[in-house]
């Protein structure tokens, strides 16, 4: 089997096509917690462009995603939360016309992304029919209800957090940072995940992302928030 582990940013970085103008990228994260952060800090040091970005929020500082944002790299967000009580960069581009916005219920977003890694085309919910989410969308009555179709999302490349990796990129998680880490992680051509730890082998039973999944991991060390004071 090979092995994926990888001891730098430049190694995790290098010789990979996904890595590009133009790119989808899936960044992972709930707040703080989960977020790939010395992946993102990576992807915005050398200089890529045009992005578009899947995340849960569209960032929350001078760091990460926020960084990303603050310097152009971003062309459009897919988002379900779009502003943040103490950060104003990207509605100040948004409001400007400098970056594109599509809002997506947070149980949806989860469900594209999961449809995306499992090959599963668009489906069929009840959320967010009757709002300006669903204009345009195509639509469908089941058993005198009506629903949205929504397609899935794939993306050029997944960043992903996880607790522990080991060789062959099995993930496990911690808690509520696993969040959106599992189904992006299945839903890009290329995934790259840290992790904070890295063992020869994860107990199978352990496994909550497959190895198969993942191309490159790599170990970073703490604190893993900006609010303990990364960077």
């Not at 988002?79 to 594109?100: A, H, M, Q, W």
């Not at 639509?139 to 629903?147: A, D, K, P, Q, V």
């Not at 911690?174 to 730890?197: D, H, Q, V, W, Y």
Request: hydrophobic letters at 40%; glycine letters at 12%; proline letters at 4%.
């Amino acid at each position: 089997m090979i092995d994926k582990r990888r001891d730098n940013i430049a190694e995790m970085l290098s010789d990979c096509p996904d890595i590009k103008d133009g790119a989808t990228v899936l960044v992972s994260g709930f707040g703080d917690a989960g977020v790939a952060v010395r992946l993102l800090q990576g992807i915005c040091d050398i200089g890529v462009e045009e992005l578009t970005i899947v995340s849960n929020g569209a960032g929350g500082g001078d760091y990460g995603l926020g960084a990303l944002i603050k310097r152009g790299r971003v062309r459009k967000m897919l988002c379900t939360f779009p502003r943040s009580s103490n950060y104003t960069i990207f509605e100040d581009l948004y409001v400007e016309g400098k970056i594109e916005l599509e809002t997506v219920p947070q149980g949806t977003l989860a469900e594209r992304l999961r449809a995306g890694g499992a090959g599963i085309p668009a489906f069929y919910t009840a959320t967010a029919y009757g709002t300006p989410l669903a204009e345009g969308k195509e639509t469908r009555e089941f058993e005198g209800r009506t629903y949205v179709m929504e397609r899935a999302i794939k993306a050029d490349l997944a960043l992903i957090h996880a607790a522990k990796a080991d060789r062959w990129g099995n993930l496990t998680y911690s808690k509520t940072a696993r969040n959106f880490n599992p189904p992006m992680a299945m839903a890009g051509n290329t995934t790259l995940a840290e992790a904070r730890e890295i063992v020869d082998m994860i107990d199978p039973e352990e496994v909550v992302t497959p190895g198969i999944f993942v191309d490159r991991v790599m170990k970073v060390d703490g604190p893993f928030l900006w609010s303990e004071g990364g960077k």
